[in-house]
């Protein structure tokens, strides 16, 4: 059986995404959404215990955390090849771990499809900017962009709390404190209360995922700092009804009034197969001008919609009108781009 470090290095020379570790298959690869055979030797459970092990020796973390818990999120990188994120866990009384391969270099956006719309909200001094999509969209790779821009461009303390760590910031004209769960900090909300003890100007939170993580990064948002987090939502009005939904019925009138006040927008987004069977960032952005922020204050989320598609405000992007332009490029079938869409028959209509 080959060493778990010729495994990933194999699949980075592949281009690959994701490393698949699980009993009973041979180690996989998907590249550009399809899975690949690193090997064709079966994987029994002894094997993927013994990969999975020498997993935590690279990531220098205690094997006994997956024993107590069932499942756990780590990192680690292999010189020369990549950075790792891996999320091991028990299935059926065995171990089988997924890793993400991770670049060591920030990503180029301009490689990577990010438009410049959504780039310019770096320029944005407070306030909060949701990045939202399914797993695996590339949220992660976004707010990464978003800070290297405000790390590059102005002089601030940008504090990150991920789990795990993906990118390495280097200091530009920032100074980048990046804090890991819970190698750092036990939690989510710990490390964010902490974060505003830290004289923070940015705050980047990996993951907005529980009542009192929320709660906190409200908070931050009101008090002067910029805060950057994603969720696992599509749309921009479904985002903001998460956010409120997660609150007992009687608080929800209060923090629709604080969103509508902090929230500056939120970017959706969506990897679409192309012809070539590669995939393309798809995107929607919403900022957040007095209509929106009525709507929200209001309980009015279902009319954003209408606002972003509407197409008059070019502070704003429409992922229909996205798809639109995909299909007329040559990019995307007509068929995924309906698929897709969030009204398929007005796209329809307009392809």
Do not use: W
């Given at each position: 059986?080959?060493?778990?470090?010729?495994?990933?290095?194999?699949?980075?020379s592949m281009g690959g995404s994701d490393?698949?570790?699980?009993?009973?298959?041979?180690?996989?690869?998907?590249?550009?959404?399809?899975?690949?055979?690193?090997?064709?030797?079966?994987?029994?459970?002894?094997?993927?215990?013994?990969?999975?092990?020498?997993?935590?020796?690279?990531?220098?973390?205690?094997?006994?955390?997956?024993?107590?818990?069932?499942?756990?999120?780590?990192?680690?990188?292999?010189?020369?090849?990549?950075?790792?994120?891996?999320?091991?866990?028990?299935?059926?009384?065995?171990?089988?771990?997924?890793?993400?391969?991770?670049?060591?270099?920030?990503?180029?956006?301009?490689?990577?499809?990010?438009?410049?719309?959504?780039?310019?909200?770096?320029?944005?001094?407070?306030?909060?900017?949701?990045?939202?999509?399914?797993?695996?969209?590339?949220?992660?790779?976004?707010?990464?962009?978003?800070?290297?821009?405000?790390?590059?461009?102005?002089?601030?303390?940008?504090?990150?709390?991920?789990?795990?760590?993906?990118?390495?910031?280097?200091?530009?004209?920032?100074?980048?404190?990046?804090?890991?769960?819970?190698?750092?900090?036990?939690?989510?909300?710990?490390?964010?209360?902490?974060?505003?003890?830290?004289?923070?100007?940015?705050?980047?939170?990996?993951?907005?995922?529980?009542?009192?993580?929320?709660?906190?990064?409200?908070?931050?948002?009101?008090?002067?700092?910029?805060?950057?987090?994603?969720?696992?939502?599509?749309?921009?009005?479904?985002?903001?009804?998460?956010?409120?939904?997660?609150?007992?019925?009687?608080?929800?009138a209060q923090i629709r009034m604080q969103m509508s006040m902090v929230l500056k927008?939120?970017?959706?987004?969506?990897?679409?197969?192309?012809?070539?069977?590669?995939?393309?960032?798809?995107?929607?952005?919403?900022?957040?001008?007095?209509?929106?922020?009525?709507?929200?204050?209001?309980?009015?989320?279902?009319?954003?919609?209408?606002?972003?598609?509407?197409?008059?405000?070019?502070?704003?992007?429409?992922?229909?009108?996205?798809?639109?332009?995909?299909?007329?490029?040559?990019?995307?079938?007509?068929?995924?781009?309906?698929?897709?869409?969030?009204?398929?028959?007005?796209?329809?209509?307009?392809?």
């Amino acid at each position: 059986m080959d060493s778990i470090s010729n495994m990933l290095s194999k699949a980075e020379s592949m281009g690959g995404s994701d490393v698949f570790i699980i009993p009973g298959s041979s180690p996989m690869v998907k590249v550009n959404n399809n899975f690949v055979k690193l090997s064709e030797d079966r994987l029994m459970p002894p094997d993927c215990e013994q990969l999975v092990q020498a997993m935590y020796q690279l990531a220098r973390r205690d094997y006994g955390l997956l024993a107590q818990e069932g499942d756990d999120d780590f990192s680690f990188a292999i010189p020369n090849v990549s950075r790792f994120r891996c999320n091991a866990y028990r299935q059926r009384g065995t171990v089988a771990a997924i890793c993400r391969i991770v670049n060591f270099e920030l990503p180029d956006p301009a490689a990577m499809g990010i438009p410049q719309i959504v780039l310019d909200l770096a320029s944005q001094r407070n306030g909060m900017i949701l990045v939202t999509g399914p797993a695996g969209s590339g949220k992660s790779t976004t707010l990464a962009c978003i800070v290297d821009k405000i790390n590059a461009e102005r002089e601030a303390h940008i504090v990150t709390i991920e789990d795990p760590i993906e990118y390495l910031h280097r200091h530009k004209k920032s100074l980048v404190s990046q804090r890991e769960v819970p190698n750092d900090a036990a939690t989510f909300s710990r490390a964010l209360r902490a974060s505003l003890r830290e004289a923070p100007d940015v705050i980047l939170l990996g993951e907005m995922r529980d009542l009192d993580t929320i709660r906190t990064a409200i908070t931050a948002a009101e008090t002067g700092h910029l805060l950057l987090s994603s969720l696992h939502t599509i749309g921009a009005a479904k985002t903001v009804d998460r956010v409120i939904d997660t609150f007992p019925a009687d608080q929800q009138a209060q923090i629709r009034m604080q969103m509508s006040m902090v929230l500056k927008a939120v970017v959706s987004q969506r990897l679409v197969p192309t012809v070539d069977g590669a995939r393309v960032p798809v995107f929607e952005v919403m900022t957040v001008n007095a209509a929106i922020q009525n709507m929200i204050r209001d309980g009015r989320t279902h009319q954003i919609d209408n606002v972003i598609y509407g197409g008059s405000d070019k502070s704003m992007l429409s992922m229909d009108a996205e798809l639109q332009r995909l299909v007329r490029s040559g990019r995307i079938t007509r068929e995924i781009a309906l698929l897709y869409a969030a009204n398929p028959d007005t796209l329809a209509k307009r392809i």
